[in-house]
């Protein structure tokens, strides 16, 4: 399966941003799709997953300001991103894993397809 990142770009601190990660070559909805994100000198972070059964998590630094949810008409996953603090600025990647073990979906190791970043720039 092949993914394409999108949705990045240039947003003002408490800004909003919607990230999709569309899939070809396979049905995203068999899969669990995490979304990391990677600044120059620091290991990639996770973001966000679903999981097959819908389940979601998402990490501490981003708790509470952000939703994960299935297109499934698009072959997608959508992460729409609220309040923004420079802190978000990164290189954002989603992956696709199946694992089903949700404490697996937090481990950029458990993803076998990954797309090729969008980039978020949160200005102060």
């Known amino acids: 399966v092949q993914l394409q990142a999108s949705g990045g770009g240039l947003v003002q601190t408490g800004g909003s941003l919607r990230l999709s990660c569309a899939a070809s070559?396979?049905?995203?909805?068999?899969?669990?799709v995490g979304w990391f994100r990677q600044t120059p000198g620091r290991v990639r972070e996770f973001v966000a997953f679903?999981?097959?059964?819908?389940?979601?998590d998402s990490g501490d630094s981003v708790k509470g300001r952000l939703s994960i949810f299935r297109d499934n008409a698009k072959n997608a996953v959508i992460l729409e991103m609220n309040d923004l603090k420079p802190e978000d600025t990164a290189l954002y990647y989603c992956?696709?894993?199946?694992?089903?073990?949700?404490?697996?979906?937090?481990?950029?190791?458990?993803?076998?397809?990954w797309g090729q970043g969008t980039l978020v720039t949160v200005s102060s």
């Open positions: 992956a696709a894993s199946q694992y089903t073990d949700w404490g697996l979906l937090t481990r950029s190791s458990s993803y076998v397809y």
């Open positions: 070559g396979g049905a995203l909805r068999m899969y669990g």
């Open positions: 679903i999981a097959r059964n819908g389940f979601v």
